[in-house]
């Protein structure tokens, strides 16, 4: 079965200084993983994701991710962060256990994102 | 455009009670999915649908839980003899289509249901 860790409850940075949300994923073949981050009282909005070609992937508001097959890490980055992206972030990877009859996403537990001015 | 609507944004109720949460999914997305997050955690996968259908249920806790997309556009998730330990947010997504290329899902803002 897959699954994603987020081992950072919350990250705290300053505004300005760059920012990284750390995702790990354990899966069976190739893996399609994203992230998501979650406002107050506001549904899950789609950052970016990663299913093939570049390492490297530019996403909404600045943020990007790099893929890292050895590691099976999925970390988030920003280069200066804003108090305005201070949020919840989701991690998730496809789910593959049953077959491609559907897009189901395994989510990580989230990773508290505050900056501070 | 519209996005995903949920309704009600909140539902609080009594233990032993049947509700009823609605899902109003984007235009033209065929493919539909429930989650449910607990507090302090991330989304779990209930329900997917392809159009009318339920092509995979194997999410949904146990047989209190069903959920019915009758039209392959508004979705609801109905819960009989509620316990308390069914309180959470309860979110809906919607993609243009499943199978084997991906498209991304758009979630709704969640309904909040709160069991007494």
């Known amino acids: 079965a897959q699954s994603v860790a987020q081992p950072e409850d919350q990250v705290n940075v300053a505004e300005g200084n760059p920012l990284t949300v750390k995702c790990t994923y354990s899966?069976?073949?190739?893996?399609?993983l994203f992230w998501y981050v979650q406002y107050p009282n506001r549904g899950l909005q789609f950052l970016l994701k990663?299913?093939?070609?570049?390492?490297l992937v530019k996403g909404s508001y600045g943020f990007e991710a790099e893929f890292n097959k050895s590691q099976t890490s999925f970390h988030l980055k920003k280069p200066s962060a804003l108090v305005s992206d201070s949020a919840l972030y989701f991690c998730?990877?496809?789910?593959?256990?049953?077959?491609?009859?559907?897009?189901?996403?395994?989510f990580g537990g989230g990773t508290r994102l505050m900056v501070k001015p | 455009g519209a996005g995903v609507s949920q309704t009600p944004s909140n539902k609080v109720t009594e233990k032993g009670k049947y509700v009823e949460l609605r899902c109003d999914p984007i235009?033209?997305?065929?493919?539909l999915y429930w989650y449910r997050q607990s507090l302090g955690q991330g989304p779990e996968f209930l329900i997917y649908?392809?159009?009318?259908?339920?092509?995979?249920d194997s999410g949904l806790p146990n047989d209190r839980f069903f959920a019915v997309r009758p039209e392959g556009s508004v979705s609801t998730l109905k819960i009989q003899r509620t316990e308390r330990g069914d309180s959470a947010v309860y979110l809906c997504?919607?993609?243009?289509?499943?199978?084997?290329?991906?498209?991304?899902?758009?979630f709704g803002p969640g309904t909040r249901l709160t069991v007494l």
């Open positions: 997504a919607s993609s243009l289509n499943s199978g084997s290329s991906y498209n991304e899902q758009f």
């Open positions: 899966v069976s073949g190739n893996p399609y």
């Open positions: 990663y299913i093939t070609g570049d390492n």
């Open positions: 998730a990877v496809r789910d593959t256990t049953h077959g491609y009859a559907g897009n189901m996403l395994t």
């Open positions: 235009s033209g997305h065929t493919a």
């Open positions: 649908f392809q159009g009318t259908g339920a092509a995979d």
